[in-house]
């Protein structure tokens, strides 16, 4: 029988107020990097942005929005139409099927509304849990966790959130993370990860978190 790899324990409620402090103070205000307008618009770039760069779905998006900023307009627009506008990401056929499909469900379900509930975003196509999270934490307040592999790793790194996969990340964000922090938690984590810390070479000489952080492989 293979034993599960024991994980380490996530760190203490001070040193936890003290990195996000920190974080908090560096930047208060953090938003993700997609561009949006709307709940609807926010649903279609973070589904769109499956194995794809922010940077990449917004140089798409930014004509998609333009003429189609509703489920309404997009299913006027057409899956042709939307497959010229997102060709430039990666897996664009499939994506754009999605788009298409979860807009008609919007439309015919919702009254052309997004559903603030979890279990009804994640019934749309291409709409897993973690761009769930995205659009119930940027379009309605709630401190949901959208974990990434940027936040896997800083999770894990820092033992903010230890966990064994993304699931166990979330849930120890959620356990872990004083709640004055846990609307923001998962944006400054995704920056750190995206800009700070790296996969490859983590720029611990820049970090402002480094003197509190476990992470013993840092690079200068």
Request: proline share 6%; hydrophobic share 40%; glycine share 6%.
């Amino acid at each position: 029988m293979v034993q599960s790899r024991r994980l380490p324990p996530a760190l203490p409620f001070a040193d936890q107020v003290a990195i996000f402090s920190r974080l908090e103070k560096a930047n208060p205000h953090p938003e993700t990097e997609l561009e949006f307008t709307n709940p609807y618009t926010l649903v279609v770039a973070v589904a769109l942005s499956a194995q794809a760069t922010d940077v990449g779905v917004n140089k798409a998006t930014k004509g998609l929005f333009a003429v189609a900023d509703t489920p309404e307009k997009m299913l006027e627009l057409g899956l042709e139409g939307v497959t010229a506008y997102i060709k430039t990401i990666g897996l664009f056929r499939q994506k754009a099927k999605n788009v298409i499909a979860l807009s008609r469900i919007l439309v015919e379900e919702y009254g052309g509304e997004v559903p603030d509930s979890r279990a009804a975003l994640t019934a749309l196509p291409g709409v897993g849990r973690k761009t769930a999270n995205v659009v119930l934490n940027c379009a309605f307040g709630h401190p949901a966790q959208a974990v990434d592999t940027h936040i896997f790793r800083v999770g894990n790194r820092t033992r903010l959130a230890p966990g064994r996969d993304v699931n166990e990340v979330e849930r120890a964000i959620e356990d872990n993370v004083p709640v004055r922090f846990q609307q923001h938690a998962h944006h400054w984590l995704i920056l750190h990860g995206r800009y700070i810390c790296q996969a490859r070479r983590p720029r611990c000489a820049v970090c402002i978190i480094a003197d509190l952080c476990p992470y013993e492989e840092k690079t200068i």
